[in-house]
């Protein structure tokens, strides 16, 4: 039996990385899945949905800052699917410039997108979960750097914090409201994504970054999609019906230390 079958998913800013990975694991596990990315993004987010199989996939172009955004593809999701059981909170960026480089416009770029999209999120996902009586599960993809201080990533590490913290109140408040919405936070390690490649070119030295990187981490090597992806649909199945309010740390052993 395949593991979320019946069940409609959300995922931002899935045209490319792990959202990507973790639409089509979804689909494979059997779940319709909207894939959202911003306007920019919409090609790749096209082909994303395509690759799902007929009827799974379905692209909605989504600024995760914007709540306009977020009314309409989750009022779009339950017109073309008629629910939503699970909401992947994915979208992501990171600014590598340290407290004393980095300017204020940055630092709230970054908690916009890390933070308030994933706020947004939850409040419409709620919303939605609740209007077609799903048992549903929200999972917000924060990171290591959520958990321990990295120097050159205040922001993203501020914002991803503070996810970790926002994902316990949300799970929280729908324990105690009795509306059988699960949520829960994902901490990945450097995983091979466009962000991480990013910030090892914007080192200047990108093949000793990723040295660094790996040796960071004390497995050995860094995360690939999938490993996140695994997760994701564990956390959406029902195999996962105990576990709200967690972190599901995949740091290779990171934090540790």
Known sequence: MKRVEGKVALITGAAGGLG????????????????T???SQEA?????????????GLFLPLDVTREEDWIRAIDTTLEQFGRLDVLVNNAGLGIPKDVENL????WRLVHAVNLDGTFLG????????RQCGARGSIINI?????????????????????????????????????YGIRCNSIHPTFVETTMVKALMEASGMP??????????????????????AHAVVYLASDESKLMTGSEFVLDGGSSAQ
């Open 44 to 56: 790749l987010g096209r082909e994303v949905a395509a690759s799902l199989g007929q009827g799974q």
């Open 142 to 178: 924060s990171s290591l750097a959520g958990l321990i201080g990295v120097p050159t990533l205040p922001a993203y590490g501020s914002a991803k914090g503070a996810v970790r913290m926002f994902t316990k109140s949300v799970a929280l408040h729908c324990a105690q409201q009795g």
């Open 20 to 35: 990507s990975a973790s639409a089509r694991m979804l689909a494979r596990e059997g779940a319709k899945v909207v894939v």
């Open 207 to 228: 093949d000793k970054a990723r040295e660094g990187m790996r040796r960071s981490i004390p497995l050995g090597h860094l995360g690939e999609p999938d490993d996140i």
């Open 122 to 129: 939850c409040k419409h996902g709620i919303r939605a979960m």
């Open 103 to 106: 300017s204020l416009e940055e």
């Open 37 to 39: 990315d911003r306007a």
